[in-house]
Nanobody, 128 residues
């Protein structure tokens, strides 16, 4: 069992930045790929970014590429999502998720059904 706790959400003006954190506990963090997803009201949960267990490879949705950066610190069992140039359409509940995955091609794990454990989510609101 893996427990995930997100933090860092909040209200920010359009164009601003936020940094989300997701702390993992319960199992060895190193062998897990991590992902960030988001869900806006009335919409399906969508992929945002993923990172391999080594941290060497990342993948992003087209809507956030160039603005968001995913990273991880295996010593701290934590994954981060740096969000820059936020737009009102980025407003959503953001979730982190993990999947046992030793591969480096994290482009292959963009579906929410491919992840095994989820955090409770943190609200991000970018006002116009």
């Amino acid at each position: 069992q893996v427990q995930l706790v997100e933090s860092g959400g909040g209200l920010v003006q359009s164009g601003g930045s936020l940094r989300l954190s997701c702390a993992a506990s319960g199992r060895t963090f190193r062998n897990y790929a991590m992902g960030w997803f988001r869900q806006a009201p009335g919409k399906e949960r969508e992929f945002v970014a993923s990172i391999s267990w080594t941290g060497s490879n990342t993948a992003y949705s087209d809507s956030v590429k160039g603005r968001f950066i995913i990273s991880r610190d295996n010593a701290k069992n934590t994954v981060y999502l740096q969000m820059n140039s936020l737009k009102p359409e980025d407003t959503a509940v953001y979730y982190c998720a993990v999947r046992y995955y030793l591969g480096e091609d994290v482009d292959r794990i963009r579906r929410s059904t491919q992840y095994d454990y989820w955090g409770q989510g943190t609200q991000v609101t970018a006002s116009s």
